[in-house]
């Protein structure tokens, strides 16, 4: 084990970043790339975290500790702890609104970023734009100066750069959604136009909404954790964030008011995303789903656990190599057979614990851009959609609430007590089948009604009410050379 200061020389800096979401992945991820960014190139970059669920054990937390904490790095190799001090604030929403709208308001703040989960953009999922039905959105229309949301947040934090004559700031999406620079800039700029169209013309031509790609696996803080970080360290750390040593990051270099120059950490600036996210979301964040969802019945509890079982290492492997690499389309220097050795090798890692059940949360939110988005290629290509078919089925049985031996857990999802029920009231497999691909909120329309998928997903889970165990064996006897 090995403790790390990123280097003893250190001018504090300014804030710069003010970051909604300040969770366990920001911090291992943007905001250690800040730190390292700022010591190769020094600058105003210091990182005000905000948290936005009315809780303020993790501000206080923090900020007990002046910001300051550890990054637990847990490889093959051993473990790394290295102490990270670019967040130089944390506050909690909604008891620092006015703090955080004084930051909004300074020049100095340049990019405000975001890791807030793709159930909060509060989009619609059929059209993109906000969600007017959501309660939050719905209220921050009528009470602006209380908004509670990432539009109204975003559009409230503009409209007063707007009025005091002032620059933009820059908004960096960080999340795992597909284009998730437009994604953000669609659900802001429609909010805007019901508030103020002319606010929302501002947007539209003043503000940049780069794209990213992330990528770097980092589980639930644990106690194993916090005792490492001590060991390491000397002092207690109660807020120390685990994760696997592998991270990366693609950035659309569009940032008119300056960045950190996070290429000096090791981020990829580009002039387009699309090819980097595609593939990761296929790749990776589609087959940790599939494992999620069919450990949560086989009784996996963690990743490295289920890579460990080999009939479903080799199903994650096919899956990778015949059903999803032969859908994307990346630059020649990208080896997609290679990203996915890389990918099983991560998975693999026994050090890092990440919890199923930590994956197996929000669903309805993941299902469309991970799986449902192959399908849809795969079925417009006429080929084989087995696998992914298997990976569907496997989270229209989890919805149950129930593993194969009987064990309950729960379901963590915005659209859990309609999803739930519609699984435990289906009895037979076309029933249960059906009633998910009426879930517009999911499932789009022409997918929903293509029958090829219907029958896969019958036949996919017919052979899960046998056992996930006896359906991951079965699925790995699909023809490999069907592509």
């Avoid at 040593?245 to 290429?263: L, N, S, T």
């Avoid at 080896?335 to 197996?360: E, M, T, V």
Wanted: aromatic share 6%; hydrophobic share 45%.
């Amino acid at each position: 084990m090995s403790a790390h200061l990123l280097s003893p020389q250190w001018r504090e800096p300014a804030i710069g970043i003010v970051h909604l979401g300040v969770g366990n992945f920001h911090r291992a991820h943007e905001a250690l790339y800040t730190e390292e960014a700022m010591l190769a190139q020094p600058g105003d970059w210091g990182i005000c975290g905000v948290t936005l669920q009315g809780d303020v054990s993790k501000r206080d937390a923090l900020m007990k500790q002046n910001g300051l904490y550890s990054v637990v790095e847990r490889g093959p190799e051993g473990v790394r702890v290295t102490v990270v001090r670019a967040l130089r604030e944390v506050l909690a929403m909604p008891f620092d609104r006015a703090r955080l709208f004084a930051l909004f308001a300074d020049e100095r703040v340049r990019i405000v970023s975001l890791t807030v989960t793709e159930k909060g953009y509060c989009r619609d999922p059929q059209t993109g734009d906000a969600d007017f039905s959501h309660p939050g959105v719905a209220h921050d229309l009528m009470r602006p100066e209380e908004a509670s949301t990432v539009p109204g947040i975003l559009c409230a934090a503009l409209k007063a750069r707007r009025d005091a004559g002032k620059p933009p700031f820059t908004v960096l999406s960080c999340d795992n959604l597909s284009h998730n620079g437009d994604a953000l800039r669609q659900a802001v700029c429609s909010f805007a136009r019901r508030l103020d169209p002319a606010l929302a013309e501002w947007i539209e031509m003043q503000v940049a909404f780069p794209s990213t790609m992330v990528d770097r696996i980092v589980p639930a803080t644990t106690e194993a954790d916090r005792e490492a970080a001590q060991a390491a360290l000397g002092v207690l750390d109660e807020v120390p964030v685990p994760c696997e040593p592998f991270r990366q990051w693609v950035i659309e270099d569009r940032f008119p008011c300056g960045r950190p120059a996070w290429e000096t950490a090791g981020a990829q600036l580009v002039d387009d995303v699309a090819p980097f996210e595609v593939a990761k979301l296929r790749m990776l964040n589609a087959t940790h789903s599939t494992l999620a969802y069919l450990s949560m019945l086989a009784g996996f509890e963690t990743i490295s656990d289920a890579v460990g079982h080999a009939p479903l290492r080799a199903l994650i492997h096919d899956m990778m190599t015949h059903e999803i690499a032969p859908t994307l389309d990346v630059p020649a220097s990208f080896d997609l057979l290679a990203y996915r050795d890389a990918l099983l090798a991560r998975y693999a890692n026994p050090a890092l614990r990440h919890r199923c059940a930590q994956i197996a949360m929000d669903g309805s939110q993941k299902m469309p851009p991970r799986i449902l988005s192959t399908i849809a290629v795969r079925l417009a290509a006429g080929r084989s959609i087995e696998r992914l078919a298997l990976a569907t089925a496997a989270w229209f049985t989890f919805l149950r609430g129930r593993a194969d031996d009987g064990t309950r857990y729960r379901i963590d999802d915005p659209l859990a007590d309609r999803l739930t029920k519609a699984a435990c009231d289906a009895n037979t497999p076309d029933h249960l089948v059906d009633a998910m691909l009426a879930v517009s909120d999911v499932l789009p329309s022409d997918l929903a009604r293509n029958s090829a998928l219907r029958e896969a997903l019958i036949r996919a889970v017919a052979k899960l009410r046998g056992g996930a165990l006896a359906a991951i064996s079965e699925y790995t006897r699909v023809d490999k050379g069907v592509a």
